[in-house]
């Protein structure tokens, strides 16, 4: 109810009950704040990681609301996107929460060096696994799955696509320096979704309202 009455959901008006939170939202966004605040990145516990694991929610969720919105764009499934958006990177503070775990239970010193080393070479794997024993829709399952191979994909799908957007777009707002306009402008899957520099411009202008929706959910 605290992120449905935030400023990105209802600027007009307070929600006083579930019943018209949904009546005024809709079941599909209300799903979508439900599952973002179970899975938010206070479900992981890793010590002296909390700042990382903040930020690593903080982009996926950005992505989610990206790809969402490319999805719509283009016409597509906007639940798969945003679904995919959520998870791609579920498996970075689920691995860091077993690898520090393991690590306490065997007496194993590791320093911050080898922790992230072990996240960058198991997250995704994990990620991909996480989606199947959640068991989500087949679509969300292979965007995810293809994400980080999205170049070399024999088939790339519209969802891997427009995953990829959508995180790219999500760096783009939230670290520009890492990812300027115009390598925004030349990404392979621009072309896949057949996205022109127009209509890549025009969904850069709901980076405001992403921003709002954002610390919506972040609330």
């Not at 992230?116 to 989500?136: D, G, I, P």
Request: charged residues 15%; neutral net charge; hydrophobic residues 45%.
């Amino acid at each position: 109810m605290r992120i449905a009455n935030s400023a990105a959901y209802t600027p007009m008006s307070n929600l006083v009950s579930l019943q018209q939170a949904i009546a005024r939202l809709g079941m599909g966004v209300i799903s979508e704040i439900a599952l973002t605040a179970a899975i938010g990145a206070k479900m992981f516990n890793t010590p002296g990681y909390e700042t990382h694991i903040a930020s690593v929610w903080r982009h996926a969720l950005a992505t989610s609301l990206w790809a969402k919105e490319v999805a719509r764009h283009c016409r597509s499934n906007v639940e798969v996107a945003f679904l995919a958006g959520l998870l791609h990177s579920i498996g970075r503070p689920a691995i860091l929460q077993t690898i520090i775990e393991l690590a306490k239970k065997e007496q194993v010193v590791l320093t911050a060096e080898d922790i992230h080393q072990l996240e960058n070479t198991y997250c995704h794997r994990l990620s991909v696994a996480v989606v199947n024993l959640w068991k989500m829709p087949t679509l969300v399952v292979e965007a995810v799955s293809s994400y980080t191979d999205y170049n070399n994909a024999l088939t790339t799908s519209a969802q891997t696509a427009q995953l990829t957007v959508g995180a790219r777009f999500a760096t783009h707002m939230l670290t520009p320096e890492k990812l300027d306009k115009e390598t925004l402008f030349v990404l392979p899957a621009l072309t896949t979704l057949n996205l022109y520099q127009d209509e890549v411009e025009s969904l850069l202008k709901q980076t405001d309202t992403i921003k709002t929706r954002l610390e919506g959910l972040s609330s």
